[in-house]
Each structure stands twice: as C-alpha cells, then as structure tokens.
C-alpha cells in the first residue's frame, strides 16, 4: 500500500490550501485517515482525524479553519485548510489505516507535504 500526499505549498497569512492523500495498492477497506503535521523543532502533532463512518475530530488550533474530508470511492483524503497563520507552517503528513486485501490490518504514513504560510 502506498499514500501520495500533494498539495502543500507557499501562501500568504489569511490564504487557503488543499492537501490530498490518495491510497493504492493492496486495499480491502481503509479505515481512519487522518493528518498530522510536524513543524521545525517540534513534535508531531494530530491535526484531524475522520472516521469511515464520516465522523471527524480536530485539534483545537484548526478548529472552524480547517476540514476533513474523504472519498471512498477515490480512497482519498483531504485537508481543506482556511485562513492559513505563520504557525500552521509545517510538513503535513497523512495516516491511514488499512485492512489489506490479505486481511491484515496496517497504518501507513504518507511522505509528507510542505505547507509554508508567510507572515
């Protein structure tokens, strides 16, 4: 199973990105996705998860800025990011967790995607 991430880039404050991660391989059913992101010197952080059911959560600093979304059918992941502040800049990274056709359960990371907002 592999995890494309793309959509990060240069914007300034107040700006807006889309992130996505897109899933292939090996796929029976892919569970929670989420992403995290991991800023210079810093731990990795949880931004937002969303269930298969559609149920999602996010940290409290992207709260009403930030959304989570999936297409099953595409077995996709987005992160649709709104009034973009210096302190979001950080390499956002998707996690996805997989039943794989040969009913193994795994978690897999994406490569990461830089996401650099400009004061």
């Known amino acids: 199973v592999q995890l494309q991430a793309s959509g990060g880039g240069l914007v300034h404050s107040g700006g807006y990105l889309r992130l996505s991660c897109a899933a292939s391989?090996?796929?029976?059913?892919?569970?929670?996705m989420a992403w995290y992101r991991q800023a210079p010197g810093k731990q990795r952080e949880l931004v937002a998860t969303?269930?298969?059911?559609?149920?999602?959560n996010y940290v409290d600093s992207v709260k009403g800025r930030f959304t989570i979304s999936r297409d099953n059918a595409k077995n996709t992941v987005y992160l649709q990011m709104n009034s973009l502040t210096p302190e979001d800049t950080a390499v956002y990274l998707c996690?996805?967790?997989?039943?794989?056709?040969?009913?193994?359960?795994?978690?897999?990371w994406g490569q990461g995607t830089l996401v650099t907002v400009s004061s």
């Open positions: 996690n996805v967790a997989v039943t794989r056709r040969d009913y193994l359960k795994r978690i897999y």
């Open positions: 391989g090996s796929i029976s059913r892919i569970r929670d």
């Open positions: 969303i269930t298969d059911g559609g149920s999602t």
